[in-house]
T-cell receptor, first 112, second 111 residues
Framework: ELKVEQNPLFLSMQEGKNYTIYCNYS?????LYWYRQDPGKSLESLFV?????AVKQEGRLMASLDTKARLSTLHITAAVHDLSATYFC????????????FGKGTKLTVNP | DAGITQSPRHKVTETGTPVTLRCHQT?????MYWYRQDPGHGLRLIHY???????DKGEVSDGYSVSRSKTEDFLLTLESATSSQTSVYFC??????????FGPGTRLTVT
């Protein structure tokens, strides 16, 4: 059974600082997604990582995937208040079902 | 934005009553999903569909049933609602090898 763990679950940062959110998963998978959710809102797709070594960047966020280590990271560079949100990683279950297993989410708060 | 709507957006119902939530898409995507989101649990898959009349259970399917008679509609039914089913329900759609797009959510309260 695929299990997905994110850490930390809560992260309070100062503006301008860097930090990394980690997503570990327990069984083989070659696709991983990152989503953002603002309070009271739906989930918005951030990154799609489709192969080992994949790296995607958008603004101050960069995501990477290491399928051998079963690890993805979401790196935040020079955080700004607008990045405050909850971030989820989700891993595809191998076998063609297109089902995802989500981590519990990381609630990021960026303080001035 | 992907064309996904959910109805109703908010509902309050009493324990023991049946409830049906609707997800409607205009994207003609093959896959449709129902999730529930609860504090401390992230999103958990209830049921999903891989085509018209083709559905399968997810992680937390007990107490829920689904139907998909048309590509664009995926219905989630709580046959007899319980307080433990108070949650925010999200519908999502996708194509093969693509990310899932989420609807706006339905907040359900069972009293």
């Amino acid at each position: 059974e695929l299990k997905v763990e994110q850490n930390p679950l809560f992260l309070s940062m100062q503006e301008g600082k860097n930090y990394t959110i980690y997503c570990n998963y327990s069984t083989t998978s070659d696709r991983l997604y990152w989503y953002r959710q603002d309070p009271g809102k739906s989930l918005e797709s951030l990154f799609v990582l489709l192969s080992n070594g994949a790296v995607k960047q958008e603004g101050r966020l960069m995501a990477s995937l290491d399928t051998k280590a079963r690890l993805s990271t979401l790196h935040i560079t020079a955080a700004v208040h607008d990045l405050s949100a909850t971030y989820f990683c989700a891993v595809i279950i191998q076998g063609g079902s297109e089902k995802l297993v989500f981590g519990k989410g990381t609630k990021l708060t960026v303080n001035p | 934005d992907a064309g996904i709507t959910q109805s109703p957006r908010h509902k309050v119902t009493e324990t023991g009553t049946p409830v049906t939530l609707r997800c409607h898409q205009t994207e003609n995507h093959r896959y449709m999903y129902w999730y529930r989101q609860d504090p401390g649990h992230g999103l958990r898959l209830i049921h999903y569909s891989y085509g018209v009349k083709d559905t399968d259970k997810g992680e937390v399917s007990d107490g829920y049933s689904v139907s998909r008679s048309k590509t664009e509609d995926f219905l989630l039914t709580l046959e007899s609602a319980t307080s433990s089913q108070t949650s925010v329900y999200f519908c999502a759609i996708s194509e093969t090898w693509a990310e899932q797009y989420f609807g706006p959510g339905t907040r359900l309260t069972v009293t």
